[in-house]
C-alpha cells in the first residue's frame, strides 16, 4: 500500500531565506504527486503537482517540487520565502489507476520576519 | 458562491447525538470524499463516491455513514457522537478520469463532540 512521509513536522525559517519540505512515498507502481497547502482557517489547495514528463514542477507563487524516482521523493522548495507563506503544507501521492489520494501528516512552515 | 460549499462551518454537540455534515458543489463533478484532519496525522479518508450508486469506505469509516443524494450533494452522518471524533472534517470532489488534476476542497467543518 501507499504511504507519504514528510520528515518535517515544523519548519521555522526567517523571512527570505530558503527552505526545502521534505515528502518521500512508497509505492511499488507508478504514481502522481501533489503538494497541497493549507492557510490558517482555510481548506486545502492546490499548489502543484506531478503527472509525468518533467521532473521538476512549479507553482505560479515561487515554490517548485522535484520528483525523484529513485529516491521515492518529491521534496517542495521554494529559494526566498515570504511572511504569507506562513501555513501547513501536504504531500499527496495516488497510485496510477487510483484516484484517491493519501496524504501525509503535514508540514507546518512558519515564516518568521 | 465557493464551489465546495460544507455546513455547518462549526458545531458543538453532545456524546452520543445524532449529527449530519453536509457537502454540496457547483464543480460538476462525479467524485466526492469525506476526509477528516487531526493535528499531527494528516487528512484521513473515511468515505469516497464515484458516483450517486458507488459508495465506498475509506481507511477510517467505522463509526460513520455516508448519503450520495444527488451528483452534487454527499452528507456524513456520526450515528452515535464520541469525543475521538472530534476533528476538523472536509469534503473534496474531482472530475472522473481527471482526479489527477487535483481535487477541490470545501472550507471544511469543525466538528466538537463534548
Known amino acids: 500500500a501507499q504511504s507519504v512521509t514528510q520528515l518535517d513536522s515544523q519548519v521555522p525559517v526567517f523571512e527570505e531565506a530558503p527552505v526545502e519540505l521534505r515528502c518521500n512515498y512508497s509505492?511499488?507502481?507508478?504514481?502522481?504527486l501533489f503538494w497541497y497547502v493549507q492557510y490558517p482557517n482555510q481548506g486545502l489547495q492546490l499548489l502543484l503537482k506531478?503527472?509525468?514528463?518533467?521532473?521538476l514542477v512549479e507553482s505560479i507563487n515561487g515554490f517548485e517540487a522535484e520528483f525523484n524516482k529513485s529516491q521515492t521523493s518529491f521534496h517542495l522548495r521554494k529559494p526566498s520565502v515570504h511572511i504569507s507563506d506562513t501555513a501547513e503544507y501536504f504531500c499527496?501521492?495516488?497510485?496510477?489507476?487510483?484516484?484517491?489520494?493519501?496524504f501525509g501528516k503535514g508540514t507546518k512552515l512558519t515564516v518568521n520576519p | 458562491d465557493a464551489d465546495v460549499t460544507q455546513t455547518p462551518r462549526n458545531r458543538i454537540t453532545k456524546t452520543g447525538k445524532r449529527i449530519m455534515l453536509e457537502c454540496s458543489q457547483t464543480?460538476?463533478?462525479?467524485?466526492m470524499y469525506w476526509y477528516r484532519q487531526d493535528p499531527g496525522l494528516g487528512l484521513r479518508l473515511i468515505y469516497y463516491?464515484?458516483?450517486?450508486?458507488?459508495?465506498n469506505k475509506g481507511e477510517i469509516s467505522d463509526g460513520y455513514s455516508v448519503s450520495r443524494q444527488a451528483q452534487a450533494k454527499f452528507s456524513l452522518s456520526l450515528e452515535s457522537a464520541i469525543p475521538n471524533q472530534t476533528a476538523l472534517y472536509f469534503c473534496?470532489?474531482?472530475?472522473?478520469?481527471?482526479?489527477?488534476?487535483?481535487?477541490?476542497f470545501g472550507s471544511g467543518t469543525r466538528l466538537t463532540v463534548v
Open positions: 506531478y503527472l509525468s514528463g518533467s521532473t
Open positions: 509505492s511499488s507502481v507508478s504514481v502522481y
Open positions: 463516491s464515484f458516483d450517486v450508486k458507488d459508495i
Open positions: 473534496a470532489t474531482s472530475d472522473s478520469g481527471r482526479g489527477y488534476y487535483g481535487y477541490t
Open positions: 464543480k460538476g463533478h462525479d467524485r
Open positions: 499527496a501521492v495516488s497510485e496510477g489507476g487510483s484516484e484517491k489520494l493519501v
